[in-house]
Every structure is written in structure tokens, then in C-alpha cells.
């Protein structure tokens, strides 16, 4: 149902599951699972996984904190986009990564919550894209000692209830989880 004319593929959206992003994540274990058997999926259904990956003082290009889990190994033919902005589509070329594959549907999953997974969504949504977070494939780590009000399995018991009403005109927001996701 996306807004942007000619645009009808999907691609699964892996954002920022960097180790020094969940080093010290709620249920870190499963949620990079889940993850791992969305990216083989999408490759099984020649859907594209694009990558996220977040660049700042605390997690500098080539450190073993800035690079991802090793469980999940990127493929050489799938793009990797680098960020310094929570909302994976500001400052980078992720929105021409989309356009060249024909992309109007995001399946987002990774880290955090409550910044860079909000903001990407958010992001998406006011330019036109569907997207659709997997509720059991992101995650946050414990920020309540920053002053963040509740734990992290709140935050993404929230963040999933929320985005389940989110639309705008001709688009939709919306939830589902790992074993549900359907690429087509």
C-alpha cells in the first residue's frame, strides 16, 4: 500500500546489531536469532537485506565495537549503509538503495528501540514507505540508568504496541513477529 508509485518489492531492514549496540541487550541471544532466520529467509525469497550500521565516538568505523555480531554475516552483494543519525534515511544513501531494487516495504529489525529502530520507522513512514517492525527482532539494552523510565522489555512492548496503529495516507505501519513475516 505504499505511496511511492512503482515500488512494489520489499527488503528486510537489519539496523545497527553492532557489538558495542548489543553487547549488553535484553534478550540479546534470541533477538539476533530471530533475526539470523529473517535474513536467511529473505535471501531463500531473493528479497534484499540492506544493513545498517552506525558510525559515532563510541562505536568508530574498523573497531571491534562498531562492526556486527558475528553471527550474522553480511553477503557481499548485499548493500551496507552507514549512518551517524538515528533515522537510518538522514544523510545516507539508503533511500537510493531502496529505489534501485524497486523497494515501498521495510521489515525492520535490530537496535535500539528507542532510537535508531523509532527513528527509521518514523522516518520511512513520512516518505512513503510501508513498514513493519518484526516485534520479536529488535532490541534495547537497560538505559534507565540515563533516566529512561522503564526497562527494556517495556520499551519494546510499547514501541510495539504503538506501531501497530501507525498509517499515514497510503501507507501503513504495523507488527509482526519472526515466524509470521511474510516478504511477498
Not at 540479546?28 to 535474513?39: A, P, Q, T
Not at 537485506?49 to 574498523?62: A, M, N, R, Y
Not at 513498514?131 to 514501541?159: C, K, N
Not at 505501519?173 to 511477498?184: K, P, R
Request: proline letters at 5%.
Amino acid at each position: 500500500m505504499t505511496s511511492l508509485a512503482n515500488r512494489p518489492a520489499t527488503a528486510l531492514l537489519v539496523i545497527d546489531v553492532q557489538n558495542g549496540v548489543v553487547g549488553e541487550a535484553h534478550d540479546r541471544d534470541r533477538i539476533v536469532g530471530n533475526i539470523k532466520s529473517l535474513v536467511d529467509k529473505a535471501r531463500a525469497e531473493d528479497v534484499p537485506v540492506i544493513w545498517v550500521q552506525h558510525s559515532d565516538e563510541e562505536l568508530e568505523p574498523g573497531t571491534p565495537e562498531w562492526a556486527y555480531v558475528p553471527e550474522l554475516q553480511q553477503l557481499a552483494s548485499e548493500p551496507v549503509v552507514h549512518k551517524n543519525y538515528g533515522d537510518s534515511f538522514e544523510e545516507t544513501d539508503l533511500e537510493a538503495r531502496l529505489a534501485e531494487r524497486g523497494v515501498g516495504r521495510l521489515v525492520v529489525t535490530g537496535a535500539q528501540t528507542e532510537a535508531c529502530i523509532r527513528s527509521t520507522l518514523h522516518g520511512a513512514l513520512v516518505r512513503g514507505y510501508d513498514a513493519t517492525l518484526v516485534g520479536d527482532a529488535h532490541t534495547t539494552e537497560d538505559m534507565r540508568q540515563w533516566g529512561f523510565p522503564v526497562a527494556p522489555a517495556d520499551s519494546i512492548a510499547y514501541t510495539n504496541m504503538y506501531w501497530s496503529w501507525a498509517s499515514a495516507p497510503g501507507r501503513q505501519g504495523g507488527v509482526t513477529e519472526t515466524a509470521e513475516v511474510e516478504f511477498s
